[in-house]
């Protein structure tokens, strides 16, 4: 008789459960895994997936416009139609849940659809089945929930980023509430379907973190996209009107009418309820699961990976820690994540691609910094007549001339953050960026032209 009934639970077969569970069975343990809503997790189900392709419809709207520069006559003003995206969104996120539940059933892992328990630091409960299962290790891919903490009164006629994707209609008007990824991203779509967007943020600036010249400017460009901004500024309360309507009473300035309230303040690790505390794990203030490179809390027999863990909340992350914790636990291969260098992009339009500090963050480290940076109008918005400009900054070690940070807001800045971030994680130096050929035309060819570092 094994000591356990499996050698590795996990719970929350979102993108680094899943992950974890299929290389641990690959090394031969045997696994399995609960969730407790659709296979796929937030990323798949409620997140990049489906707002990714929020966004590509919402970008064709441009390409009507520009095409009449380049002699295209549309027979008609273009109409789009909500429901044809909602569904045709569903759908797929539908095909890629199944492709999930595939590759589990392929790996040979126990897939239960039902809630999880902690009993001890060995014993998992099933909530529906009320099945005890004893694991060797248990693995916590929970994942993150939305979050508007403090609560305010009315907060639940708002909605989340988990409902935007099922609107019944689209509304006419929206009020996002926040400044950050899922604030902007959202704000910026909506605005292109068509939708009057007001964006609430309690910030002085938009995406704190970010390099100050990509703040600046993506706030520019989305307010010259028809975005309206209240910036310096809380919500209060939300009230119901009676047309249905929302009204957003402010600490300072006018109320606000929206159709729908869409609040994007943050997520909160998925821990409440899960047994944690019972079985010793330490949390921390957020509740996330406080872990060690290793993504070993202080129980351990008990791992957590992802946005449980609050660590560095992006799916890719969370892949890479299952697959290192699988790889280390049953593979025999002891291997840790570097959370230190990691691309990102927001899916404005225009985009915001970045890698590596920004140039507040460099002096703040203490690097002597020189930055090169570039604004330019793209190529295709010459005919197109479209007002709108790339810009691209370098920040470079001046000491070591090691480029420590990336930052592009355009056309595809998240496609051409990935590849130059090789080169940046590489530890290429700006010489090497000079010595590369430019590619041309392509907007990306300005990272290898640029030459004379800013105030020189
Ligand atoms: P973010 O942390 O990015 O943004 C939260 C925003 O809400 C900030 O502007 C914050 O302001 C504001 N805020 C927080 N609390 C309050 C409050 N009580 N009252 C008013 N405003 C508040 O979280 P998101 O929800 O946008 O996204 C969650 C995470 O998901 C991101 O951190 C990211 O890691 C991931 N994500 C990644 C995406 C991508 O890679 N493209 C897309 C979407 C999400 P302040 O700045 O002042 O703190």
């Not at 902690?118 to 993150?144: F, M, N, P």
């Not at 159709?259 to 409440?272: F, S, Y």
Request: proline share 4%.
């Amino acid at each position: 008789m094994a000591e356990y009934d499996v050698d590795l639970f996990v719970i929350g077969a979102g993108s680094g459960g899943t992950r974890a569970a299929r290389i641990a069975s690959g090394h031969g343990a045997r696994v399995m895994i609960a969730e407790a809503d659709r296979i796929g997790g937030t990323c798949v189900i409620r997140g990049c997936v489906p707002k990714k392709l929020f966004v590509y419809a919402s970008r064709f709207m441009d390409d009507f416009e520009d095409a009449a520069g380049f002699g295209w006559t549309l027979p008609e003003k273009p109409v789009f139609d909500w429901p044809t995206l909602r569904d045709a969104v569903a759908n797929e996120v539908t095909r890629l849940s199944g492709l999930y539940r595939k590759g589990l059933d392929g790996a040979k892992v126990e897939v239960r659809e039902e809630r999880a328990v902690i009993e001890d630091a060995h014993t998992i409960r099933l909530e529906t089945s009320g099945q005890k299962v004893t694991a060797r290790h248990i693995l916590v891919a929970t994942g993150g929930w939305p979050s508007f903490d403090p609560p305010i009164p009315g907060g639940e006629l708002g909605i989340s980023s988990n409902e935007v994707f099922h609107l019944p209609a689209l509304p006419k008007r929206m009020l996002v509430v926040g400044g950050g990824y899922i604030a902007l991203e959202f704000a910026s779509l909506f605005a292109r379907l068509g939708v009057a967007v007001t964006v609430l943020h309690r910030g002085d600036n938009i995406l704190r973190g970010f390099d100050e010249d990509v703040r600046t400017r993506l706030r520019d460009a989305l307010k010259e996209a028809g975005i309206a901004f209240r910036l310096g500024c809380t919500i209060d309360r939300i009230e119901q009107l009676p047309d249905g309507a929302r009204r957003a009473h402010c600490a300072t300035g006018a109320p606000i009418d929206a159709d729908v309230v869409l609040v994007a303040t943050g997520r909160r690790p998925n821990t409440k309820g899960l047994g944690l505390a019972k079985a010793g794990v330490e949390l921390g203030p957020l509740g996330e699961i406080l872990v060690d490179a290793a993504s070993a809390s202080n129980v351990p027999s008990i791992h957590a990976v992802g946005d449980v863990t609050n660590r560095v909340n992006l799916t890719p992350v969370a892949i890479r820690e299952g697959h290192a914790f699988a790889d280390s636990t049953f593979g025999g291969r002891n291997w840790t994540v570097d959370h230190g260098m990691i691309a990102s992009a927001v899916f404005t339009t225009p985009e915001v691609g970045t890698v590596g500090l920004s140039e507040t963050q460099a002096v703040a480290a203490g690097h002597e910094v020189r930055v090169f940076e570039s604004g330019f109008r793209p190529m295709k918005a010459t005919i197109s007549g479209r007002h709108e400009r790339t810009y691209m900054k370098l920040v470079v070690d001046a000491k070591t001339d090691k480029v420590i940070g990336v930052h592009i807001l355009g056309h595809d800045a998240g496609e051409i953050v990935q590849s130059v971030a090789i080169a940046v994680t590489m530890g290429a130096t700006k010489a090497d960026f000079d010595r590369t050929v430019a590619l041309h035309p392509s907007a990306a060819e300005e990272l290898v032209t640029m030459r004379t570092p800013r105030n020189s």
